[in-house]
């Protein structure tokens, strides 16, 4: 399966740059072979020579071990990965102020996604991205989208110095189309099943909303609790007539 190209926000500072073709573009049609009804059973072994088995389903905070083609494939050359989808926060199209973004951008639905990479091979996987995709349970995997100077989630692609046994932890952007959301991080490291990634999303907006209300219903107890309190003690109200 080949790869879509990545989509680039530009800033509007730099006027000589153009965005890529194919926006919100991903792998889709007879390309994406889901694996829907195909995972792997729980009896069945999750871990083959040390490899994660295509067509899991894992939870954020799990590591997915794999063999990643690089190069022609008659050179059959491999990168072996470990890679861990540690975290998902759902943002705010706002937050990539000073960027030009299309209309189907501006539409989308934002994801950060924090991944922790280790390079458990041989290989040097100098400045490589990888094959880490948003499903968002259609028939496209949408690729990560390249953000120059973003500091918010950054870097997307890993070191220039990237040899057998370094580290490193990664933040991807994923624009869902509109009307989508997301349904798993996806690893399509082969033309097989992927290996999909599902948890809690991270919401802040969510959650101030929840903190506010959570407040102001606890407010609002207490109200009816102090008058229940002056009732009791036979305590006239405030708003009771002075008698003369």
């Known amino acids: ?102 209309e189907a951008m501006m539409a989308s639905t934002p994801y950060f996604v924090t991944v922790d990479v280790k390079n458990v091979g041989e290989s040097d996987l100098r400045g490589k991205t990888l094959p880490i995709y948003l499903d968002n349970d259609g028939s496209t995997l949408y690729p990560a989208v390249e953000i120059p100077h973003f500091k918010k989630c950054a870097p997307s692609a890993l070191p220039q110095k990237f040899g057998p046994g370094a580290t490193a932890k990664l933040c991807l952007v994923f624009l869902a189309p509109e009307g989508t959301t997301l349904r798993s991080i996806a690893l399509l490291h082969n033309d097989k099943e992927q290996i999909d990634w599902t948890g809690k999303v991270v919401d802040p907006v969510a959650e101030k909303k929840k903190r506010a209300a959570e407040k102001k219903a606890e407010k609002k107890a207490k109200k009816e609790q102090q008058k229940k309190d002056k009732k009791a003690s036979g305590s006239p109200s405030p708003s009771a007539s002075k008698t003369d």
């Open 1 to 102: 399966m080949s790869a879509a190209p990545r989509l680039r926000l530009i800033p509007f500072v730099v006027s000589t740059a153009l965005v890529l073709t194919g926006a919100l573009a991903g792998c889709s049609g007879d390309d994406k072979d889901k694996a829907d009804g195909k995972k792997s059973p729980s009896a069945a072994p999750t871990v083959v020579d040390g490899f994660t088995v295509p067509g899991l389903d894992l939870a954020f905070g799990e590591k997915a071990t794999f063999k990643w083609q690089q190069g022609p494939v008659l050179a059959k050359k491999f990168a072996e990965v470990e890679a861990t989808v540690e975290e998902v926060r759902k943002a705010q199209v706002k937050e990539f102020a000073g960027y030009q973004l299309t």
